[in-house]
């Protein structure tokens, strides 16, 4: 892989960090929020699920925002994406590489494929840009105004690799106002973060706003491998982020600016080898999350660095807003790590070496890389602002991205030295066009209907040249496909509180490739998978505007799923597609205001998958001491009637939230236990490789007050409350080694707001 611009980005964040601080006045008022409400009512959710600011309660799509508090509270600890996980009905969160490339499941949806070409059935938007590179969606949560999780298919006004649902953020947008804010905290392992943002008004049309995020942790986690005892050898990272944003208001032009940037530098996931007693899903009984034994550790890395821009130009001409939305993102990741999670399993002077701890059968050191990538995205829409009764949108969207990827595999077999015998080069170029529809027709007072049509065309064009190890042709492959997406709603006002609404939606994710041939001879491919999904709620605002309760019901057929089989013999992916996948559930998500200094959140979710594929089957993994509870004929493990992996049945989330007027300020407490059913790792269904119901307990407690214009509060919390510790992910190929959740973490804040 090339040598990574780190410099350069380096200096951008750094000026960008030095420009927020200089600011000496910090807000995070949201330019979006809505208006204020009596303290005893909940306040009025906009989004824009239908590219157009809507009240959620009216909205026909099940959707869920996360704002203000919540927000706050879930993403402390210097986390990454992942804080989500759990926190809205039917969405989990995953990855295998730590602080990059997360996977996102919705209603069971996702792909648990690590090739850094992978595709996704969630969709995550940000800013109003797809992120379609899974190293593009793992870019830090910071200075955001609303996230906003659309579940079911969103094929007709999102576009690309939908059929699961999408994620979507919205930054904090520059406004005439002078504001800002700023917060630091310190916390477990001596992790450090940071994050502001500072903007105003240019001039009396044109304003800007600068939002900085560092987080910094040194790493913590001991390597006791004999001969390669190395203290505090892994799980640190420094990660710096800035965004920079100009927004233009003219008398009926609008035109935003937004450029942001990423540079990290830390350590991959730990894998823990033989963690898991044999039989059992439990650790092992001496298990410590912060002790390794790696013959690798020292080599272990992962830097990652992307930026991107996008330029939102709108134009109102009164019946009519036409929007042109330009974007241009790249991300580069260069990632080593000890698969194996041990050492030995090798030879050393023709003799074998010991190894521990627990059996390992082969010796796994690899890493991959991005060295170039560039995604190229221009959508443009006409949306109607009629008086009347209908109302429509209409557009064209293009999508062309241009991404190189290296393999590199060590053998290990003559010594631990890790001399490279493995090199891949990838090459995957995607072209996609499209153009949609959307009306809306007011039928009565009560019974609005809207109806969306789709068409995609995808293409991909695909190499991979085995330059390093047994040689074998190149491998070139095309794959393209045409489909028509389409949706129709209704919601029907059943009184000034209630709406009922239905859905039927169908959708599609084009047609997949995976070329990691660094141990195969062929890469393999993926046809295009469609689904068609029904669904039927209610949105209601109860007593008085002091509950809010929504309830979804769903049901869903998938036809050629891809899948990945990830592992097996080696450290290897092959798609396949399973002819029938069905899904149902319901999800329930509310609010309630009980008391003036009292309220709380309450959702529940439950998704039933299965694989419905007589045929369908993949290697069982030969040098795993596992207990597969599948029928296994002939080496082929039989898939039919499983659930999709890392997929939970319950999702639940429960939070509350106190304040309490105290001398000048205000005391609060925020508290939030979030819950999610067993899961397999894998296609298949094994004892050791099924995680364990997670449980996980937040609290946040601090006071706040003001000096004039300015709002300061300090507080101190802790995630993961009772040090709940388990496996979340596995590696089948070698022995029983696992990925284990985040650790408890506590730590305090300041921050300080200005407006």
Do not use: C
């Amino acid at each position: 892989m090339k040598a990574m611009k780190r410099s350069t980005l380096a200096t951008l964040v750094n000026a960008a960090l030095l420009s927020a601080v200089a600011g000496t006045s910090f807000s995070t008022i949201a330019a979006e929020q809505a208006p204020a409400v009596k303290k005893n009512q909940l306040e009025v959710i906009q989004v824009t699920a239908r590219k157009r600011v809507e009240n959620a309660q009216e909205v026909p799509v099940a959707v869920s925002a996360l704002q203000g508090d919540s927000l706050d509270a879930y993403s402390s600890a210097g986390m990454d994406i992942r804080f989500m996980n759990a926190k809205i009905p039917s969405l989990s969160i995953e990855s295998s590489f730590g602080r990059s490339f997360p996977r996102f499941y919705v209603r069971g949806l996702g792909n648990t494929d690590f090739d850094l070409n992978a595709s996704q059935p969630v969709s995550l938007v940000v800013d109003e840009v797809v992120q379609e590179n899974a190293i593009l969606k793992g870019f830090p949560v910071f200075d955001v105004s609303r996230v906003e999780v659309l579940r079911g298919p969103q094929g007709t006004l999102f576009g690309r690799n939908t059929p699961a649902g999408l994620v979507k953020f919205d930054s904090v947008k520059p406004s005439q106002e002078f504001e800002g804010y700023g917060s630091v905290s310190y916390g477990s392992r001596g992790a450090v973060d940071f994050e502001g943002a500072v903007g105003g008004g240019l001039t009396d049309r044109l304003s800007t706003r600068v939002s900085v995020l560092w987080q910094d942790k040194d790493d913590y986690i001991d390597n006791r491998a004999p001969g390669f005892e190395q203290k505090d050898a892994l799980g640190g990272y420094t990660d710096k982020a800035a965004r920079i944003q100009f927004l233009y208001e003219g008398d009926d032009f609008t035109g935003l600016f937004n450029y942001h940037v990423r540079d990290m530098d830390g350590k991959p996931i730990a894998f823990f080898a033989n963690s898991i007693k044999p039989g059992t899903n439990d650790l092992v009984d001496d298990f410590k999350n912060d002790v390794v034994y790696h013959d690798a550790a020292s080599r272990a890395t992962q830097q990652v660095e992307s930026e991107g821009a996008s330029l939102k130009l709108e134009w109102d001409f009164n019946n009519h807003t036409l929007t042109s939305i330009s974007a241009w993102e790249s991300a580069e990741i260069y990632s080593r790590a000890d698969i194996d999670g041990g050492y030995g399993g090798y030879k050393v002077d023709n003799k074998p070496a010991p190894m521990g701890p627990g059996s390992i059968p082969s010796s796994s050191e690899s890493a991959d890389g991005i060295p170039d990538h560039d995604q190229y995205t221009q959508e443009l829409r006409l949306s109607s602002n009629f008086a009347g009764d209908v109302n429509y949108q209409v557009g064209v969207f293009y999508f062309d991205e241009a991404l190189t990827i290296e393999n590199f595999s060590y053998d290990t077999s003559s010594s631990p030295a890790g001399n490279q015998t493995g090199y891949v080069l990838q090459q995957q170029d995607t072209k996609a066009w499209a153009v949609f529809g959307s009306v809306d027709y007011t039928i009565s007072d009560d019974l609005k209907v809207t109806a969306g049509l789709r068409y995609s065309d995808d293409e991909k064009d695909f190499s991979a040249d085995r330059i390093v190890g047994a040689s074998i042709p190149p491998v070139k492959l095309n794959v393209s496909d045409d489909h028509i997406s389409w949706d129709i709603s209704t919601s029907y006002k059943v009184n000034d509180d209630v709406n009922w609404y239905t859905r039927i939606a169908n959708s599609f994710r084009a047609p997949s490739i995976q070329g990691r041939v660094l141990f195969e001879s062929d890469a393999t491919t993926a046809d295009t998978e469609t689904v068609t999904s029904y669904e039927t709620g209610i949105k209601s605002d109860v007593l008085d505007g002091q509950g809010r309760v929504n309830a979804t019901i769903f049901y869903y057929t998938m036809n050629d799923q891809q899948l990945t089989a990830v592992g097996g013999d080696n450290n290897s992916n092959r798609l396949l597609n399973a002819d029938k996948t069905t899904g149902y559930g319901f999800e329930l998500d509310s609010e309630w205001v009980l008391s003036d200094e009292l309220n709380a959140t309450f959702n529940l979710s439950y998704n039933k998958t299965e694989l419905k594929d007589e045929t369908l089957s993949i290697a069982a993994p030969s040098r795993s001491s596992l207990t597969i509870t599948n029928p296994v004929v002939n080496g082929k493990v039989l898939l039919d009637g499983n659930s999709l992996p890392h997929a939970p049945e319950w999702i639940s989330n429960f939070t509350l939230r106190y304040t309490k007027e105290l001398a000048d300020g205000e005391f609060f407490a925020y508290g939030d236990v979030s819950y999610r059913s067993k899961i397999n790792f894998f296609l298949y269904e094994s004892v050791e490789f099924e995680g364990k119901p997670l449980v996980e307990t937040g609290l946040r407690a601090g006071y706040a007050w003001a000096d004039g214009d300015y709002e300061y509060q300090v507080s101190a919390f802790v995630r993961n409350l009772f040090d709940e510790q388990q496996s979340i992910g596995g590696v089948d190929f070698n022995n029983n080694t696992v990925m284990v959740n985040e650790e408890r973490y506590v730590g305090v804040e300041f921050k300080v707001n200005f407006f």
